[in-house]
């Protein structure tokens, strides 16, 4: 079982992946983890992305699929895999179809976390970091002991400059901007699953379940 898991910054994507690879056994290919190991090892790729990086550009399209395309092909994957921020444009998607084709894999659902723009700023913007041992707590959701202090160090909270409203707002658009022609391509193929991201983590996994279990 392949899937493509998709959803805005503080949907939960995170969260679900680690269940879906704990009860299914599916391996998580997450482009940014990709990244991240190509630039530790200096690989070609690695070392053609750092250099559109370096410069504040987007990594082109042609080498993240590249990155992807090669990993997929190197690895076995005995129960399937979950794409976790790939593909991000249509361009992506239309070469997803080529690799399937070309490495004989098929994509059986694309999971889309539907969650309201003003929950997932609550989310996001309530986050509060601790500055001595990198903690993570939340106002509303999992807030300390004491406010403005680190149940695990004592250390000071603090909101990252990425997480106030106003960023959160822009790394939404630039989401909705990015996402929103995929949501609609693979609603056309009819392969879009829609699942209420504005519930519990353990009430989301239980309609992927589900969604999944009626494929």
């Known amino acids: 079982m392949n899937i493509i898991l998709m959803g805005p ?3 939960g994507k995170g969260t679900q992946a680690a269940r879906l690879v704990e009860k299914y ?4 290919i997450s482009t940014g983890d990709l990244f991240r190991k190509a630039l530790r090892e200096q690989t070609p790729l690695g070392v053609t992305a750092q250099g559109f990086m370096q410069k504040g550009l987007l990594v082109p ?4 699929i590249q990155m992807v395309k090669e990993y ?5 994957f005995e129960n ?8 991000r444009s249509i361009q992506q998607a239309d070469e997803l179809v080529n690799m399937a084709e070309e490495l004989n894999f098929t994509i059986d659902a694309v999971i889309n976390l539907d969650i309201p723009t003003d929950k997932l700023i609550a989310r996001l913007s309530g986050r509060r970091t601790c500055k001595q041992c990198g903690s993570t707590f939340h106002i509303v959701y999992n807030p300390p002991k004491t406010e403005g202090i680190c149940d695990n160090c004592g250390g000071e909270l603090y909101q990252r400059e990425d997480e106030s409203e106003e960023a959160v707002q822009v790394r939404l658009n630039t989401y909705d901007e ?7 391509y693979y609603t056309v ?10 519930q519990s983590m353990d009430d989301v996994f239980k309609d992927i379940e589900k969604c999944l279990e009626e494929k």
Do not use: C, H, M, Y
């Not at 056994?25 to 998580?28: E, K, N, P, Y």
């Not at 990015?178 to 609609?184: A, E, V």
């Open 9 to 11: 910054p503080g949907a």
């Open 25 to 28: 056994g599916l391996v998580q």
């Open 61 to 64: 399209d042609e080498v993240t």
């Open 72 to 76: 997929i092909s190197e690895n076995t």
């Open 80 to 87: 399937g895999f979950i794409l976790d921020g790939f593909p």
């Open 178 to 184: 990015q996402t929103k022609p995929l949501i609609d």
């Open 189 to 198: 193929k009819g392969q879009l699953i829609n699942v209420d991201g504005d």
